[in-house]
């Protein structure tokens, strides 16, 4: 590699790792590979915000700061990072199979993924570079939340919120029929729930059936749906067709858009609420209580979603299941609907947050108590089979 320029390096260093160099400008790579630092980030969509919002920015300015740093992440998430020099994110190749892709994301544990193609990417990139990192390297910072040795470093906490574009972004045709529904709900029909076990989220195949059902309830009440697929997904489309609004493998730049153009986000034990977040956009949250408490999902709401509407309906995931169909009707799509009716009366778009981008110290005072009298459990109960 002796004697090639430091931009070629880059391309073939991607190239053989599986990557592709989605945005950098060419006049900002440094001329020695020594100034380069890579972090290989492909965590789930609830910590990929986590590590946006609230640490890797942070990371990048105070440890790394005189370092050119590129960020290898999922496809499409470079809305969440514009703080880095350079993004990569997996190539073509593999977007090809969404099995593959499906059992990558699947592999993820917290800020860190096992799944063999992103070890094997990190090994060829540390063949190119001096320093290549992973989310490992924060886990000293966050575990369920801040732990004692990130406060003691950074004394305070700055939170990294992105620029939401408007839905001009989006095009005509879906302004055209957003403008046409009083209601609108933004829906993530995902494949695979996460369900918590032995101490943290797991995913756990759902049926499509369980979405047609929640979607044709939404459709009853005189919703538009907007569908977001991605490799993630049920694809709804055949069974909904026009009656639904689609978005298909969009990147996050025109999601968030999307989402706040929406105005409420329904989160399925997904964590898009986390997105919803940083669109600055009214959600309601289907959650395990354990979880939100034991991962301190209420840090997360306080400190970057602050003046968010929002409302969560703490529930067991399992009553998503095929097996627990009879209370669908009965039980769960009335819950959620009551939840995201109660939350849309009192909307206000002219007291959400500002969609500009933002980069602030934020106290963690303004986290609230938990209070474990409180907060009781309420469950949907599900009968024994």
């Given amino acids: 590699m002796e004697g090639l320029p430091v931009s070629q390096i880059l391309k073939r260093a991607a190239e053989k790792a599986g990557f592709s160099r989605t945005r950098y400008e060419e006049n900002k790579v440094p001329t020695t590979i020594s100034n380069i630092v890579l972090f290989v980030l492909f965590s789930d969509v609830r910590n990929s915000f986590n590590v946006s919002s609230l640490l890797l920015k942070r990371f990048r300015e105070e440890n790394k700061g005189s370092k050119y740093f590129i960020l290898c992440s999922w496809p499409g998430n470079e809305a969440l990072f514009p703080y880095v020099d350079e993004y990569w994110e997996l190539n073509t190749e593999i977007l090809k199979d969404t099995n593959h892709l499906r059992s990558i994301y699947n592999a993820a544990d917290c800020f860190r993924n096992r799944h063999d193609v992103i070890i094997g990417s990190q090994r060829v990139l540390n063949t190119f570079f001096e320093e290549v990192l992973d989310g490992s390297v924060l886990e000293s910072y966050w575990h369920n939340g801040f732990t004692s040795e990130f406060k003691g470093r950074y004394k305070n906490i700055k939170r990294f919120l992105p620029s939401i574009s408007s839905s001009n972004v989006m095009g005509p045709g879906f302004n055209s029929k957003i ?64 009656k639904c609004l689609y978005l298909n493998n969009l990147g996050l730049f025109e999601v968030l858009s999307a989402m706040r153009s929406t105005g409420c986000v329904l989160d399925v034990f997904t964590g898009i609420s986390r997105l919803a977040i940083a669109a600055r956009c009214p959600f309601v949250s289907l959650q395990e209580r354990v979880a939100f408490n034991l991962i301190k999902d209420y840090e997360i709401d306080d400190l970057c979603g602050s003046g968010v509407p929002k409302e969560y309906l703490y529930i067991f995931p399992s009553i998503c299941e095929e097996i627990n169909k009879s209370l669908w009707n009965s039980n769960l799509l009335n819950a959620i609907i009551s939840r995201v009716d109660a939350l849309m009366a009192d909307l206000n778009r002219d007291n959400w947050p500002s969609t500009l981008e933002s980069y602030e110290i934020v106290p963690y005072e303004t986290v609230r108590r938990l209070n474990r009298k409180k907060l009781g459990t309420k469950f949907i109960k599900i009968p024994k089979c």
């Fill in 179 to 242: 403008s046409m529904h009083d209601k609108k709900i933004f829906l993530y029909p995902a494949m695979y729930l996460q369900y918590w076990k032995n101490g943290k989220y797991q995913p756990q195949l759902i049926s499509k059936k369980f979405w047609e059902a929640l979607i044709g309830r939404f459709l009853d009440e005189g919703f538009l749906p907007v569908i977001y697929h991605n490799f993630y997904t049920h694809d709804v489309s055949p069974e909904f067709l026009d």
